[in-house]
């Protein structure tokens, strides 16, 4: 399985506080089935993006090679937490800020952002970029509890949806366990992932996470979440053919 949002760098952002952290939380991964993590620290200063990819770069070697060393059977790849403000209207290039090089950008939203035209304004000039924006826990962002017909909406800028597998338990609220549990029944999530930050809470127990879930996957589903679509984005393959139904307020309320 395949982790596509975690923090799982040393000190680097609000994620794991020192090497060992990082370490134990690559251990919790191995015992859950996950072989491959994406580190996607958060970046708040598109100024500072150089530095930043240049920390990040050497905290992956690092790590890597004591994975390796510890004969842990995780590798850790490459990726940003794309946070959205005003700014990023002046970025035309996002190529420094994709997933391992390839198409697909992990994008977060204000979650007290209300304002879904602004949203949209900002998937618009990411897709324009030719970038495909991949939506970092919809359930968790106010926008989308208020105007819930906006999901629908984005569908026209080919978005994917990346949900977190503790949001089905409730962990981030009742809200947020509601339009989690409503989008995975209504085809709106293309991946589910850790967002871990730490050993001891919001882990890398990814399989334990959706078990204790109790959710009901189809056939297939989970392979295509934690395998086949976070394969396709780390070797730069293009997601077709995604089934999306409809979400409308009766399904909601
Ligand atoms: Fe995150």
Known sequence: MIDIHTHILPSVDDGAKDISESLRMCEIAADNGVNTIVATPH????????????????????????????????????????????????????????????????CEFDFNEFDTLLIARYIDHIVSSGVVPIIAHPERCAAFFADYESLNDLMRWGVLFQINANSLSGYHGQKEQRLAITMLQCGFCDF?????????????????????????????????????????VLNNIEIKNIKRGHISYDILT
Do not use: W
């Open 43 to 106: 970046i708040y200063d598109y100024d500072k993006v150089k530095d930043l990819l240049q920390i990040r770069n050497e905290k992956i070697s690092e790590l890597n090679r004591l994975l390796k060393e510890n004969r842990c059977l995780v590798t850790i790849y490459p990726g940003l937490e794309v946070y959205s403000n005003e700014k990023l209207f002046d970025i035309k290039d996002f190529s420094l800020y994709t997933i391992n090089n390839s198409r697909y950008m992990l």
């Open 192 to 232: 589910l992932a850790s967002d871990a930050h730490s050993p001891n809470f919001r882990s890398t127990d990814l399989l334990e996470i959706i078990l204790k879930s109790q959710f009901e996957f189809s056939g297939g589903e989970l392979q295509t979440l934690l395998v086949d679509n976070p394969e396709k």
